[in-house]
């Protein structure tokens, strides 16, 4: 997992002039791009020292600026900024700070999807509210945070009044949070990311291992059982109405081949 401060890039910076050419990093070369009023991206009057480039008029693209290594006050957008600061790989945000995410196995992905449907089938049967995948949520504002589990569910009360934005993390706290690990997960993290849900007002967050079959299903800080895939799956008073097994789930990512 790699680490790094919104809005750094960690490549050599591009001469606009020359697209695929690379330049030393230097303070001249980072300050040379701008948003102009219509909010592309140009270049201004500093001299490249590679091919002595020297005009407003050198247009260069969103995916170049985004190979280049810049820091974020050199263009006057939030620290946050979720258009133009945010990795090109999916990523959380933990102190003010994106971590690009772990890429998740097919299997565990595949289990994350039959689980948010059995979540969706109950949430739509009793018009409680809506399950989803790999939401990015805003849990908390001061140092940022934002978190993405891989199944969450939002119950209707909390939906109320909460359109997602277009761009960036849903300002809003899911009632369920849902880990599926996978080998390139390390538990301390998973662990750091309960707390963080729990903390924010998520009311119960699952942790399910795939290898075992199991799942742990934390209602606070202190609180927690397991269950094995023969249980039964209760969402309780978060999600009433949930039914089915784990055994179910996997029979279904089986079934795949």
């Known amino acids: 997992m790699s680490v790094k401060p ?5 490549s050599t910076p591009l001469c606009p002039r020359k697209p695929g050419s690379s330049l030393p990093y230097n303070a001249a070369i980072v300050r040379r791009y701008t948003r102009n009023g219509n909010g592309q991206l140009r270049a201004v009057p500093t001299r490249c020292g590679s091919c002595r480039v020297s005009s407003v008029a050198d247009k260069i693209s969103e995916s170049q600026i985004r190979r280049a290594s810049m820091p974020v006050a050199e263009f006057n957008v939030p620290l946050a900024d979720p258009e ?10 933990v102190d003010g700070v994106a971590v690009e995410q772990p890429d998740i196995s097919a299997y565990s992905h595949l289990i994350a999807y039959f689980l948010c449907r059995q979540l969706q089938d109950a949430a739509v049967r009793g018009r409680h509210g809506l399950a989803l995948t790999e939401m990015l949520y805003r849990l908390k504002d001061d140092p940022l945070l934002e978190r993405r589990p891989d199944v969450s569910f939002v119950s209707r009360e909390r939906l109320a009044g909460n359109r997602p934005p277009a761009l960036g993390a849903w300002e809003i706290v899911p009632d369920l949070a849902v880990e599926v690990l996978c080998p390139s997960n390390k538990m301390h993290e998973i662990d750091a990311k309960v707390l963080d849900y729990l903390d924010a007002g998520v009311r119960q967050v699952w942790v399910l291992f795939p290898d075992t079959r199991r799942m742990y299903i934390h209602s606070s800080r202190s609180e927690v059982r397991v269950i094995g895939e023969h249980a039964p799956l209760s969402g309780g008073d978060v999600l009433p109405g949930l039914a089915g097994t784990l055994a179910e789930v996997f029979a279904s990512v089986d079934a795949l081949g």
């Not at 919104?6 to 960690?10: A, H, I």
């Open 6 to 10: 919104l809005g750094v890039r960690t």
């Open 84 to 93: 133009f600061d945010a990795p090109d790989k999916l990523y959380e945000v």
